[in-house]
């Protein structure tokens, strides 16, 4: 713990960096405002900056978490809504309101983590969650519709919600759980099952993800070297035995190798992607110019190239340094953890929106295979974004969890000194 | 616990570098590849941009213009047809149907894509309909010209298909590039369609082609480097040579008794070249090879070209022999096989072929210039040296001496590769060479497909190289 002392004095950029976000979303919202002078362009100028505010300042002040990541997550939702609002302006709202839903569900992720530190009964909540969970996570099985060779959606009425996204953040929970207590089974049963169910889907990214975080976190609660190299043997296993079995699996390895042999099917998507790519150049094209809408599916698997299209590649780099950055704080925060069940917990959201993002751009660049999953924060989708928000919310309340935890440590040691005096007193 | 914290240090690391490989990966790949993409045919942006912005014009090495756009946006070439044939496959054509000629893969340039903001600030305010910006190739289209009639004015070339390349070994420019069939970009008729010929294909830059003998100049390259007294060596030549279950012939069955190496390379005996291969091994000619640039992914910054093969290993030792002499799934393209002997004139060093020139925005101002860049070293100068004598007396006493001109160093190789083009026997004949003139420091290449049985490239591609070295003397810098 003494080595983590330094790196919590290390001064962070603050609420300058927020302000200078919001600005920024400002002046690209009016930019695009003057473009065709639609009132909504207007209340979005306000609104975003707004939900900024609040997701930074309004969160850090009432809880005290880490600044620097909340400031990086509104950065990186505020970045979705604005070039959505430039490419599709239906979807640009839609995002806009599951962002203002995803504060609040961050918010209650922060609460939820700090509730189970204080009750015990939850862990008898355990059981029911996970089979709550399957339960989901199979009904587009069963209810569900086919879209883009996958079937992961469910419909409720005009709302259509992912299941396996809200499933990630349970999966996370009791996996955690039950791996800081050192049960092995329970978890192991409920990981298998889902990424059974997600086989059926064919929904191989999701699939990709659950498996990869799980087999990390086990690494890190065990380090088990044997144990995770037999996993991860497994894991190439099925993939190449997938591969072998599957047609769609072995015409995406295709597309990868060579996307230009089928231009006009299969390798049309790739293609465009990587030609929004090469038009942005360096700089960009600019903030509402190009025509990144030809890519298709750019709104969620293909944003990446969007944003590479109108801002240039140097600002894509920067944008793989904010997940970075991300990651940075995520596994800080997770080292700084009291409990095994907490630490894992933050890194497993970490590990989560670490994975899909590179899982996703690498696919858009075409370093891997192009796997369906979306880019955290930034593409449209409720579930998505809502998801991702939660798991942020997640490594957030384990933050405030440490910074009580360090409170107490303080006020243990250095009573005497700080009775009255230093600007040690936190609440 | 304090083992926990370490994993997730360990797990952290481990996402920190997979994103640097993403970065890496992504800045690398749109810095090497951005241009072939954009310019793709099919990248919608260039369609839209092509409706507001007038194509800027392209010019030749002299200043002749190749391509304009007149003030009803009308594209426009060359008016006399001999030209614009010639130029066609450089040039590309209005339509998009020669792939990655100048008209397309510099769309970037052409279209206005690299203007600065204060350009289109100033184009916008003028109001006039906006520009792209001017080309000058390295190309000499009279000399592509010549080239082309020269095909004709051979009897045994004449109505064949084929290509050929000029380039400056010294700096890499590109002087002349052909290809036959070739099409009048004015008039693309249901005629060119169908032409079983294939009129849109470059052959100099998109086909390869097994090079035969002229392959001979590498494995002697490798021969020189891996068996240090080969110079003195006295081979013999049966006629046959008895490899696995088959035999080597030699071109026209000859049969050249008891030789020095280079008195093989001058008579180009197939059986000193299978027997230097199978002492070596595969392993030593595919390194010579690919230090060569086979099998390298050609990614020149002016040209799209296909790369050229050396096949992979586990090979019979027929397979290994007949890759001696450049057969046996061996294929490069024309121009591949140019910078092959462009290396052995320039000391070894093989120079990235260039295109462009120059290019000026509207205003005239300077956008882009030509930088010669040195694409590999092919060979090491003292390989180079020894090659250079070898291949000045294959004009000068060996199957070339058809490529000799009056007053010029003439060095070359020629070659005559036997193949199956659809199901049906076929030979080409090569020449590669260049001169050895301080002040005309060109390459040459020369391929004729399907020539007659009986006849090779010396016989059909030297003569054309002699009219091309022979023009280059007459009109250098003209």
Redesign the interface.
Known sequence: MAKDKPEKRLRLPGSGLAATVMLFFMTAFLLLFLRDFAWQGLALAAAVPLGIWIGTHVICRSFHVDMLLLTLTNFLCALGILVLYDTNKALAYHQAMYYGIGLAAMIACIYLVRWTKSVKVWRYLTWPMGLVSLILLSLPLLIGRETNGAKNWIYLGSVSVQPSEIVKISLLILVCHFMSRRQMLPWLVFSVGCLGILMLQKDLGTALLYYGVTL?LY???S?NVLLTALGLGGGVGAAVMGYRMFAHVKKRVAIWKNPFAD?DHAGYQI??G??A???G?LVGVGLGL??PT?IPVYQTDFIFAVICEQFG?VF??FV?AM??AI??R??VI??GARR?FH??LA?GA??MI??Q??VI??GV???IPLTGVTMPFVSSGGSSLVSSMCLIGLVQGVESLNRDDLTEDERMTEMPQTFGGKRGGRR | ?K???R???F??VL??S??L???F???Y??IQ??????S?S????VR?QKENVMAGDILDRNGIILAYTDTEGERHYQAEEASRRAVVHVLGDRQGQVANGVESFQTAYLYG?QSTFPELVRSFLSGESRRGDDITLTLDSRLCTQMMLSFDAHEKTRGLRGAAVVMNYRTGELLGEISLPNFDPDRIDEAVYQNPGQPFWNRATQSIYPPGSTFKTITAAAALMNLPDIENEQFTCTGELPVDNGFIHDFGNARHGKLSFQNAYRVSCNQVFAQVALRMGDQELKKAAEKAGFNDNFLFRDLVVENSTYPADNRTEAEVAASGFGQSAVAATPLHMCMVAASVANGGVMMEPILLREVRSTLGDLRYEAKTRVYTQAMEAWQAEILDGYMRDVVVNGTGSRASVSGLTVCGKTGTADSTQNGEPISYGWFIGYLREESLPYAVCVLVEDVASGDGGGSTAAPIAADIFAYLRDHDGK
């Open positions: 990390m690494f890190a609660s380090s231009y293609v465009q990587l030609m790519l090469a038009s150049g190009g025509s030809t590649l894509g780099l793989l997940y970075v990651i940075w995520g596994a997770a080292r095994s630490g894992l890194m970490t590990l670490a994975l993002t590179f751009i690498g660049i075409k370093m | 616990m083992q926990q914290r994993q997730f240090k797990l952290a996402m920190f997979l994103f490989v993403l970065a990966y992504g800045g790949s749109v590849y951005g241009n072939r993409w954009f793709s099919r990248n919608p942006r839209s894509f």
